[in-house]
Nanobody, 125 residues
């Protein structure tokens, strides 16, 4: 599956952005979808994940209550709504697709099989 992320940009602290990730090539609803982020000089870390049908979500503690992951399987797209942004949210954000049949949403980058190209989010103070 090919993934294309978009929606990043420059925003002031306290502002909002919505990221999108559109998939092509395979049946989108077969994949758990996740968002990860990577700040300069740091490892890629988990942000949020959503189950195939969209009924289950998981979030990193650092974004709980501020970010919301959702998906529209008819549009082959997963979203990340980011509110109350902080300077520490600055990173390149990546969407990933996990093809494994698991009952839990996985949070390690190594568990995801396909990646988008990343979209840069910069939050100014």
């Amino acid at each position: 599956v090919q993934l294309q992320a978009s929606g990043g940009g420059l925003v002031q602290a306290g502002g909002s952005l919505r990221l999108s990730c559109t998939a092509s090539g395979r049946t989108f609803s077969n994949y758990v979808m996740g968002w990860f982020r990577q700040a300069p000089g740091k490892e890629r870390v988990f942000v949020a994940a959503i189950s195939r049908g969209g009924g289950t979500t998981s979030y990193a503690d650092s974004v709980k209550g501020r970010f919301t992951i959702s998906r529209d399987n008819a549009k082959n797209t997963v979203y990340l709504q980011m509110n109350s942004l902080k300077p520490e949210d600055t990173a390149v954000y990546y969407c990933g697709a996990d093809r494994a049949i698991m009952t839990v949403l996985r949070t390690r980058p190594a568990d995801y099989d396909y990646w988008g190209q990343g979209t840069l989010v910069t939050v100014s103070s």
